[in-house]
């Protein structure tokens, strides 16, 4: 029999009222002495805030009418194991920062995520907490190469391993010059064919919100440069040769798509490793 009702702080005593939920029956067998059966508890202790759960076995007689009850024992469970791991880790770059999104841990209840970043050699830092599967890094410098990953946190406060990376050194500088164009161009990437990296250019006449997409030629997405408005202006961009995951992708002919307000066009460029 377990206490249907939880105890806070100290741990209780036979002199307790309870209410009583039946959990099992141990079959008797004789040349048996000592029996052992895994039971639920009815709450996980975190942290110091303990909520103990009280125990009694009822040995029932031959005849089914006489019986004994134990002694009341009561423990509490830790929960000490961490939720899976976030998936599907994948981030977009913007014009001044960078977007970050994955796949929710619904297995159980999450109580944050928390968002690592690192560049270069450094070890990562945690820079942020979401208590949805995405993030916007407004605090990251786009002339230099960023990882991230992302943990999930639950309510015992266990935190789940880091998922698996994703790289954004897509954009390596956006130019923006003093002179106006006066219509919307995507310009030919230079240099092409390349290896490793590319150089896409694009002219706005005035601010809009870009959309540069680059796909396979079987119109599989590779990877989304950006996605953010812009300023009136020749902006620059540079193609690392990655898809969205920072893997680096096979030689080919791929397509590059510009989208800036009702403008639309597209061009191709070849990688060749």
Known sequence: WRAI???????????????????TTVPVRPEMEIY?????????????????????????GWDSWNYW???LLAGYSVDNLPPEVPTSLGALPGSESITLEWEAVTSEKVKYYT??????????????????????????????????????TDF?????????????????????????????ALKPNYPNPFNPATTIEFALPKTSKVTLTIFNLTGQLVQQLVQDEFPAGYQKVVWN???SRGHAVGSG?????????????????????
């Open 156 to 184: 015992g406060l266990n935190e789940s391993a880091k998922s698996e990376p994703v790289t954004v050194n897509a954009i390596v500088a956006i130019d923006k010059q003093a002179e106006i164009p006066t219509e919307f």
């Open 253 to 273: 002919v791929y397509i590059y798509t510009l989208k800036a307000g009702d403008f639309h066009q597209t061009r191709k460029m070849i990688l060749m490793r």
């Open 5 to 23: 009702q939880p105890f806070n702080g100290d741990q209780p005593t036979p002199e307790m009222d309870y209410r009583w939920d039946f959990v």
């Open 115 to 152: 968002v690592y970043r690192k560049t270069g050699t450094a070890d990562f830092s945690a820079i942020g907490y979401s208590t949805a599967p995405s993030y916007v890094d407004e605090s990251v410098s786009l002339t230099v190469t960023n990882i991230y990953v992302v943990t999930a």
């Open 69 to 71: 009850n134990s002694n």
């Open 36 to 60: 052992n059966v895994v039971v639920p508890t009815l709450y996980d202790a975190v942290g110091n805030d303990i909520h103990w759960t009280g125990f009694v076995v009822t040995a029932i």
């Open 241 to 243: 040769g990655k898809d």
